[in-house]
C-alpha cells in the first residue's frame, strides 16, 4: 500500500494513549506487510513549546500529504493564559477545519463486560448502540467573536449546504444501521436552528423517504440520552451541541476513555482521535485509559483504507482485553476487576490481536 499516516501525540495524556496505538498499528502493518509511511509531527502545546505556533505549516503540510491522521489530544494548563490563536486548541479547530472534515462519527456502545462501570442502570443500557454524527467546521467554534473588558461576543452561522451535507452523512449513516435519525437542534429559539429543522425536513423527504426522522431538541436530548438511550440509533447536530451531548453520551458506556472518534470529509482522508481530551491531572501517571485511541485506529482502518477486517480485528482485541478482567483505573472500581496500567492494557490487546 502506498499509504501514509501521520500521528499527532499532542499534549498531557496524548503521547500515552497514541504510544499504545502505535504499538497496534506497527504489528499490523508488519505481519500484514501493508508497507504504510508512517510520521510523527507536532500539535497543541506541544507545538507551541517547540516552534511557538500551535499548528505549524510543517504539521499541517504533513497531514495534508497523508491519507489518514492519527491525534492523541491538545490542551493543558501551563497555556491556559495564552491568548486565544496561541492555545493549544488553536491546533486543532483550524486542523479539522483546513481539511474539510465536516462529519464527525462518535460511535457509542456499550461493552457487555462494563455495564458495571456505567453510573446508569443496566436496564437502561441494553441494546444502546448510538452513532452521535456531530457537524465540525462550522457553527458557533468558527463564528465571529470578540471581546472588550466589558463585552464579549460569539455568533453560530450555518450555510444551507453546510447543513445539507451533514444530514445527508446523517441518512447515509442510518441506512447502514438501524435506518432512523434523530435531528438534534434548539429550533424553539435559534435561527440557525430553523434552518437545520427545515433543511432536514426537505431533505429527508426528498432524498431518504426510507428513514425514520425525529427532530428533538437538544435539552430534551440530553434527558433522553439518559432516561431512553437505547432508542437513538444516528443522532446528527451541530459542533456545540454535538461536543456537549458526546461527552454525556460517554458515560452511557462507562468512561470518556472508550470512546473514538473519526472526523472525515467528502473522500476516505480523515483524522481519527479519541473523544477524551488531554487529561493534565492524570497525564505522566501511565493510568489513562488508550481504549478510545486504539478503538479510533480501527476507524482508521475502516473508513480511511477500507480494510474492515482490520477494524473489526482491533475492535475484538479490545472486547477480549476485558473479557481478561483487564482494565484501566477509570473503569476498575470492581474488586474483581484487575488494574493495569495505560502500557499493560495495549500489550495485552497485541497479544489478543489476531489478524
Ligand atoms: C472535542 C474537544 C475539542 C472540541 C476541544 C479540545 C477544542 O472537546 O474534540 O470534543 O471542543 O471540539
Ligand atoms: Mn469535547
Redesign the pocket.
Known amino acids: 500500500m502506498n499509504k501514509r499516516v501521520v500521528f499527532l501525540p499532542g499534549d498531557g495524556i496524548g503521547p500515552e494513549v497514541t504510544s499504545e496505538v502505535f504499538k497496534v498499528f506497527n504489528k499490523i502493518n508488519k505481519d500484514l506487510k501493508l508497507k504504510i509511511l508512517t510520521e510523527e509531527a507536532l500539535i497543541g502545546g506541544a507545538a507551541l513549546d517547540a516552534t511557538g505556533l500551535p499548528l505549524p505549516e510543517e504539521t499541517l503540510n504533513l497531514c495534508k500529504k497523508s491519507d489518514a491522521v492519527f491525534l492523541g489530544a ?2 493543558g494548563e501551563k497555556w491556559n493564559n495564552n491568548p486565544v490563536s496561541l492555545r493549544p ?1 488553536a491546533g ?2 483550524p486542523l479539522r477545519q483546513k481539511l474539510n472534515l465536516f462529519a464527525n462519527l462518535r460511535p457509542i456502545k456499550i461493552h457487555p463486560e462494563l455495564i458495571s462501570c456505567s453510573p446508569i442502570k443496566e436496564s437502561y443500557l441494553k441494546g444502546v448502540d448510538i452513532l452521535i454524527l456531530r457537524e465540525l467546521t462550522g457553527g458557533i467554534y468558527f463564528g465571529k467573536r470578540g471581546r472588550t473588558s466589558t463585552n464579549a461576543f460569539d455568533t453560530c452561522e450555518y450555510t444551507i449546504s453546510e447543513i445539507e451535507r451533514i444530514l445527508r452523512r446523517a441518512g447515509n449513516l442510518a441506512k447502514k444501521r438501524r435506518g432512523k435519525v434523530t435531528s438534534i437542534d434548539k429550533h424553539n429559539v435559534l435561527d440557525t436552528s430553523r434552518l437545520w429543522r427545515d433543511t432536514a425536513d426537505k431533505i429527508f423527504s426528498e432524498e431518504f423517504s426510507e428513514i425514520e426522522l425525529e427532530h428533538i431538541y437538544i435539552d430534551a436530548a440530553t434527558m433522553h440520552l439518559l432516561s431512553k438511550p437505547n432508542t437513538f440509533d444516528v443522532m446528527v447536530t451541530d459542533n456545540m451541541f454535538g ?1 456537549i451531548i458526546s461527552d454525556e453520551a460517554s458515560m452511557l458506556s462507562g468512561s470518556l476513555g472508550l470512546l473514538p472518534s473519526a472526523s472525515l470529509g467528502h473522500n476516505n482522508f480523515g483524522l481519527y482521535e479519541p ?1 477524551h ?1 488531554s487529561a493534565p491531572d492524570i497525564a505522566g501517571k501511565g493510568i489513562s485509559n488508550p481504549t478510545g485511541a486504539i478503538l479510533s485506529l480501527a476507524m482508521m482502518f475502516r473508513h480511511s483504507f477500507n480494510l474492515n477486517f482490520i477494524a473489526d480485528a482491533i475492535e475484538d482485541a479490545v472486547h477480549q482485553t476485558f473479557s481478561k478482567n483487564y482494565f484501566t483505573a477509570d473503569l476498575s472500581q470492581e474488586k474483581t476487576h484487575h488494574n493495569v496500567s495505560t502500557s499493560d492494557f495495549g500489550n495485552e490487546v497485541l497479544l489478543n490481536l489476531s489478524i
Open positions: 491538545v490542551g486548541e486543532l479547530l461536543d473523544v481530551g
